[in-house]
């Protein structure tokens, strides 16, 4: 990049002291293993550790007063930090916008403008697929299913029929929306499928791991509200009911039929019961296992969840057992 | 749909008063948001709650007598409701039989009569696809492999060389069947490859979910009985062999060589190590981790894996760990 | 295969007695079900369990002196084995090397000997492939991305943009190399993403299965050390640093900035929390959850992890808790 902190502190509406106003920053940095010529950011709690780094030059938050390296004081460093990355980082990409004559695209077909569609993408009948939306080779989209605007779909990804996805999502590979919900209905030991008659609405501004799989509601919808960021290999069933601006931490699974509140945080490895109820503004530890309606608000962890503090404290507790049954059993002898 | 009560009973072989014969309705609806209108159904503890419902008719149970609501009285609600999904609620798919001639289609293929191929899938050297097969785009069959009658195959799914599926099966996207399974020798602390020469069996009316992976064997069959139904991002490792009408439920892992009997439930994450005999007609709840043969007719939790009853017992009381070193601490000190 | 015993010694360079030389073996086969007319193969502790098989012959160790059936003698059983399958017991496949017709290659991507690229593989821009590598239908390779000498990649991989994958890997279908890691700001509770502009670095003789998804470092690279072999449905988290020769059994998962050291077995389903340091030859028992830095030489096992013999004597203690409470009560209220 090579740029002075001065043209830096403008982009990032950040303040830069005059002595500092000239110094130059070659790179993006990371504070655990920054070099000459690279700009770093800390947050609170890292301060010190910036200060000690050998970056050129430092992100900082306005109220810190003192700093003994080159720095701008922004109002949020990780952010600003991201909005760099964003200008001077990323690798370069030739998408050639249009229809590739190696796309499949099925009739009746409506598409937006400036859409790209890659080799191999099959867009079936009667999709929709808003302005410029970018869809990789191998994806597939189903009949009738529809893509918001401005939305990625990396390659092999899945969208099935009657599906519809937002504005501004972004799906990574492989990942599966719309598979048909596990129903299915037992006589005499034989399990017959119950026909998934519902679909998957995504709502906008959505981000989809790598394999994520979201199945297509029993009927009606399985929902994913807006702004909700999924992680790898997560698995969410039919008719769930995921609400806003929550975050799901790769392999978490949510059954059939739950409904999560708007900012929920689950955790890598979580698990949930299904039919039940969990609340909003709330955080589930790693692992934790969720077999019940959950309040709003609540922190949890641990198989069956409790709060998070006292699963700390059993934990921890559970450790002594040993010797407390040794004990006890001594004292029986005696 | 738009239909009498006295049309729908004769489609289920069900019965329903001469009061009620011609009470129409209009759409197959949940018993939990019900509107007028609406045909839903109920099964038994959920009699009362159907009855408080707004739907305009209810199949119910043969042995309910009294019913507040127009009704029809079938012989298992669940199963009749799923039949008038498949009538009546299914979205309309329009599936072009024949092969696209924007597939691949390798030499020494055998093709059943009214197969589809869409496009972008690639039926490679001398695989056979049986009648009324539906194969979606980018679905890769490997050389020698069988797909067996009115078997659906979605997009994206992978089936290796020389695997054989059944008939009727359902293989939802993005599933691998006969990745090499996972067998290395260690000298020195360097892994090699032990050939994985085997293949995968997939019985007759298998569904399995998206992004699964069924491993070939290191030598012989990885077998998938009959019948047996799998939810999304299970693991399956070599040389398993799964019993008949099994039901598998999401993340679950089972490690190679593992033998599962018929009829046999794992709920969610559930993990087994391997070379261990799993007996049939047992259930086991999620997150069950199972590390030791076990018998017919179980019904296991927690890890390590004991019975139900015991497990919620010792969960329960796990929780009272805390106070019972405290006051172990007390006793002590005084 | 139809072989005798002296030509079997001969490609293994093991031992067999003039009495045995002519013995004939027509199949490899299995300790557990070996019928006559099998070559098996037996390692310590099964010993007696061969020699009670029904093979016409066994590849058994140097050390043992007595054996019933007719044997042949190497260093290393299991290996020998191994090489056997590889030579004879391989399902042949017919891979065309060359270019598919049907694959698309973009522009200015270098293209080593002998590379096989197969129907709708894509190669996009300035990808280089290694000699002799083999790309399966339905695969994407990023741009600027680069493929080692004689790796395989099965059907529908993803390796994204800029990416490096080493020579000899095995890499297996539908896994994804190079999504973007899981990285937010949060504000007023919106999450926003920050740009993922690094990479993956696989280096050389690593195996990857099928769904494991490795993602891109935020800045600079996620790492997979030579040699390592990563089993079915696995996650590993923007930059990551795995060291060479570890197993990584399926459905664990690696969350980001976690650095492990060579040599590290983890079992199935093992989580651990970002930015630790795990030390090298260390075992991790299935289903450990580590929160920690860990040292050199660890067996853990347990969430949280716990050395693995505590964790075993832990486990077996809580089971009898629910009595200790019990007694406890009692105690109270006499």
Not at 127 to 146: E, K, L
Request: hydrophobic content about 40%; glycine content about 12%.
């Amino acid at each position: 990049m090579e740029k002075n902190l001065k043209e830096i502190a403008r982009l990032l509406n950040g303040s830069v002291s005059t002595a500092d106003a000239e110094v130059k920053v070659k790179n993006l940095g990371n504070i655990s293993n920054a070099v000459e010529g690279d700009l770093i950011f800390a947050v609170d709690g890292h301060i010190e550790e910036a200060a000690r780094s050998k970056a050129s030059a430092v992100l900082i938050p306005l109220e810190v007063k003192e700093f003994p390296l080159p720095s701008i004081r922004v109002n949020d460093p990780r952010a600003a930090f991201a909005r760099l990355l964003e200008t001077f980082a990323k690798p370069k990409l030739n998408i050639k916008v249009g229809i590739s004559d190696r796309a499949y695209v099925g009739k009746g077909v409506e598409l937006g403008r400036d859409v790209t569609i890659m080799p191999f993408a099959v867009v079936d009948d009667f999709a929709r697929i808003g302005d410029g939306a970018i869809i990789y080779p191998h994806v597939y989209i189903g009949q009738h299913t529809t893509i918001g605007a401005n939305t990625i779909i990396y390659s092999s990804v899945t969208v099935r029929e009657y599906c519809e996805i937002g504005a501004r999502c972004v799906i990574h590979s492989s990942a599966v929306i719309g598979a048909d919900g596990f129903g299915f209905t037992t006589k005499d030991g034989v399990h017959t499928k119950v026909p998934q008659v519902g679909n998957v609405v995504v709502e906008d501004d959505v981000e989809i791991g790598a394999h994520v799989g979201i199945d297509r509601a029993a009927m009606g919808s399985t929902v994913i509200g807006h702004g909700t960021k999924i992680d790898n290999l997560v698995h969410i069933g039919h008719n769930c009911r995921i609400g806003a601006n929550c975050l799901i931490v790769a392999q978490t699974g949510i059954s059939g039929s739950t409904t999560v509140g708007d900012n929920v945080t689950f955790g890598g490895q979580v698990g949930t019961v299904g039919h039940i109820t969990i609340g909003g503004n709330s955080v589930y530890a790693a692992r934790s296992g969720i077999h019940k309606n959950m309040p709003e608000g609540f922190f949890g962890a641990g198989f069956p969840v409790q709060p998070h503090t006292e699963w700390l404290r059993m934990t921890a507790s559970l450790k002594k057992v040993p010797e407390l049954i040794k004990a006890d059993r001594q004292s029986k002898e005696t």
